[in-house]
């Protein structure tokens, strides 16, 4: 259990059957002790971020099972999580929208959720990177800060969603 011995792989919006319950089934496992009711409607997530023609996602595997993945895609231009935070938006306001980033409980505090993260943003056209971060998850809000990510903000998306912290990073 290293972070050199995990393979990254790469899919698309064309991949999203082949992926799905590997998704399903890490996130299941990601929060065995911790399932609230929103967390329950995690395969409408999947579907929805999957159904984005730029949707992009990087599974980990160890020893051909899967233990992380990392999937968004670009924000509608207009609709970014941190357009209402900012006073003036950046000259180059394009974003990708990371909506999930998950390790496996066995994989934790291994550099795996770096490197997930890593190979999902590098080489991303857009100018910016936006996530949410439940507010219960102070370490976790903590880990992205030292990605270079900065809190902007809290948006509560849905009603029955936590008050997240809307965390914004520059690509470029």
């Known amino acids: 259990m290293t972070t050199a011995t995990v393979e990254l792989r790469h899919y698309g919006h064309d991949d999203l059957l082949e992926i799905r319950q590997t998704l399903l089934d ?18 409408w997530f999947v579907d929805h971020w ?34 209402e935070h900012l006073a003036e938006p950046p000259a180059d306001d394009s974003t990708f929208s990371l909506s999930e980033l998950m390790v496996r409980p066995m994989w934790r505090k291994t550099g795996t959720a770096e490197r997930l993260h890593t190979a999902l943003m590098e080489n991303r056209p857009e100018a910016l990177a936006a996530l949410l ?4 998850h102070p370490k976790v809000r903590a880990l992205y800060e030292t990605w270079e990510y900065r809190k902007v903000g809290n948006r509560q998306p849905f009603p029955d969603s936590p008050d997240f912290a809307v965390m914004l990073r520059y690509l470029r």
């Open 26 to 43: 890490v996130h299941a496992d990601a929060y065995a002790d911790d399932m609230t009711e929103f967390d329950e409607r995690f395969p």
């Open 50 to 83: 999957g159904g984005n023609p730029g949707f992009a996602c990087v599974i980990g595997y160890e020893d051909g099972e899967p233990v992380g993945f990392a999937y968004g895609a670009p924000s509608t231009p207009g609709r970014e999580w941190w357009r």
């Open 133 to 136: 971060v439940d507010p219960d």
